[in-house]
T-cell receptor
């Protein structure tokens, strides 16, 4: 079985300061990991994905995430927050040993950015 | 444009009145899936389909039905909706690959059952 835990339900930062959204995962197989973002009243957009290549993954809008197998973590970071980053972020694991890789979502982290 | 479409986007209905939410993708993806999103619970998979005429239950299938008669379409059917099915629903699709299966999501359908 696979699972995802997002360690913070809400994160609040000031514009221009770093962002850290934490994610731990559990998987019996070599997982693929994703971060999706959902802006208010919008669908889900892929930010970045890890599929067993480089452990540091760069995504869109200046976000990046580092896969740490020893810590079973895949934290999302950004050096400098922008007001447009305010959204809900989901950490997702895929890799339950099947060919289609069922996705399991974390509970989500709401990021608030203050001016 | 490659996309997943859902209709309707918003729906208010009453308990027990059958409804269907349509989902269509134009990317020739084999795999399609339905999720519901509830506050604090993330997205939970309702049903999925690996190809035409192949469907299976996800994590929360109770009260829902699906069909996959054509590769591009994957409707979600609520035979007798109840208030606990009030939620935001997403359809998604992806190609069948070994791992790394980025899913493409539709815009969502907000359903309210009174």
């Amino acid at each position: 079985a696979q699972s995802v835990t997002q360690l913070d339900s809400h994160v609040s930062v000031s514009e221009g300061t770093p962002v850290l959204l934490r994610c731990n995962y559990s998987s019996s197989y070599s997982p693929s990991l994703f971060w999706y973002v959902q802006h208010p009243n919008k669908g889900l957009q892929l930010l970045l994905k890890y599929t067993s290549a480089a452990t540091l993954v760069k995504g869109i809008n200046g976000f990046e995430a580092e896969f740490k197998k020893s810590e079973t973590s895949f934290h999302l970071t950004k050096p400098s927050a922008h007001m447009s980053d305010a959204a809900e972020y989901f950490c997702v694991v895929s890799g339950d040993g099947t060919s289609y890789g069922k996705l399991t979502f974390g509970q989500g982290t709401i990021l608030t950015v203050h001016p | 444009e490659a996309q997943v479409t859902q209709n309707p986007r918003y729906l208010i209905t009453v308990t027990g009145k059958k409804l269907t939410v349509t989902c269509s993708q134009n990317m020739n993806h084999e795999y399609m899936s339905w999720y519901r999103q509830d506050p604090g619970l993330g997205l939970r998979q309702i049903y999925y389909s690996m190809n035409v005429e192949v469907t299976d239950k996800g994590d929360v299938p109770e009260g829902y039905k699906v069909s996959r008669k054509e590769k591009r379409n994957f409707p979600l059917i609520l035979e007798s909706p109840s208030p606990n099915q009030t939620s935001l629903y997403f359809c998604a699709s992806n190609k069948l690959l070994a791992g790394g299966n980025e899913q493409f999501f539709g815009p969502g359908t907000r359903l309210t059952v009174l």
